[in-house]
């Protein structure tokens, strides 16, 4: 898999969008993106992924740069909920792929 | 629909003893996997299962550890001899065989060896 870079922590307060970025330069071309996020004393929560165009679901969108290289994931009002730890995971989406978890960004919101 | 399930919740044993983890996944995942994560820590993939076949147990740390899967459905995650070493939380992860990169994990089991 691709390695990544991500800020180690990002603050918002609530109501407020978010953007939390990822670089992952040596992503190869069939490779998608993934993003995942902690939430205290859970198990992690898939969030969206994608391939080349920009993604939209209820949770979140996902903007990719047109070279690929990084990612940007938009919460796009911040909520007290969403203080999670983000983590962009590139790789295959076929075949056996276990989910290799950087440090991801951990996110705090602020009411 | 209903997501993965994991029991037990929670999980204290002593050290030498045997435990054993279950994990229920979505219907009609037949990839499924274990992770570990240890407090303050990432995860640390364990096993893979396709099916009832386990094609990658790389991750086991040890003997000790061992997993089955029965029906392409319930998985056992044992752990004889704990040490307090074992003491994690314990997650189990099921996707579609074709999107294995979206998995949809369960709550985890939290094991304490004493």
């Known amino acids: 898999d691709a390695k990544t870079t991500q800020p180690n922590s990002m603050e918002s307060n609530e109501e407020e969008p978010v953007h939390l970025p990822c670089n992952h330069s040596t992503i190869s071309g069939t490779d998608y993106i993934h993003w995942y996020r902690q939430l205290p004393s859970q198990g992690p929560e898939y969030v969206i992924h994608?391939?080349?165009s920009n993604v939209n679901n209820r949770m979140a969108s996902l903007a990719i740069a047109e070279d690929r290289k990084s990612s940007t994931l938009i919460l796009h009002r911040a909520t007290l909920r969403d203080a999670a730890v983000y983590y962009c995971i590139p790789g295959p989406n076929t075949g056996f792929q276990k989910l290799v978890f950087g440090t991801g960004t951990r996110l705090l919101v602020s009411p | 629909g209903a997501g993965v399930s994991q029991s037990p919740s929670n999980k204290v044993t002593e050290k030498g003893k045997d435990v054993e983890l279950r994990c229920d996944p979505i219907?009609?995942?037949?990839?499924l996997y274990w992770y570990r994560q240890r407090l303050g820590q990432g995860l640390e993939f364990l096993i893979y299962?396709?099916?009832?076949?386990?094609?990658?147990k790389s991750g086991l740390p040890s003997d000790r550890f061992s997993a089955e899967r029965t029906g392409e459905s319930v998985s056992t995650l044992t752990i004889q001899r704990t040490q307090q070493e074992d003491s994690a939380v314990y997650l189990c992860?099921?996707?579609?065989?074709?999107?294995?990169?979206?998995?949809?994990f369960g709550p985890g089991t939290r094991l304490l060896v004493l």
């Open positions: 992860a099921s996707s579609l065989p074709d999107r294995v990169k979206t998995q949809y």
């Open positions: 994608g391939l080349t």
């Open positions: 219907s009609g995942h037949t990839a």
């Open positions: 299962f396709q099916g009832n076949s386990a094609p990658d």
